[in-house]
C-alpha cells in the first residue's frame, strides 16, 4: 500500500489493479463476496469453497504482477528519473 502511494496509486487492491492494468477474471466477486462464501462452504453450500480458493488465488496472483511494476516504477522514479 505505501510503496503504491509512493508512485501515485491509491485505493483497494482493485482499484490499483485497474489503474495498473491488472484483469480480473471474476471482477463481480470482492472481499464482502469472499467473507460470505465461507460462511455459505461452512454451511455446505456446492461450489463455496472453489470460488472462494478462485478468487483468492487471483489476489494473490495479482499481487505478485502488481509487486513487480510497483517496484519497477519506484526504481525508474529513485534511480532513473
Request: aromatic share 4%.
Amino acid at each position: 500500500m505505501y510503496t503504491c502511494k509512493k508512485i501515485g496509486l491509491s485505493g483497494g487492491l482493485k482499484q490499483v489493479e485497474q489503474d495498473i492494468g491488472i484483469e480480473r477474471d471474476r471482477p463481480d466477486i470482492s472481499g464482502q463476496d469472499a467473507v460470505r462464501l465461507w460462511r455459505e462452504h461452512e454451511q455446505g453450500r456446492d461450489g463455496a469453497l472453489e470460488t472462494l480458493v478462485s478468487y483468492n488465488r487471483e489476489d494473490t496472483v495479482n499481487l505478485k504482477t502488481l509487486a513487480e511494476t510497483a517496484t519497477e516504477r519506484l526504481d525508474e522514479q529513485i534511480f532513473v528519473g
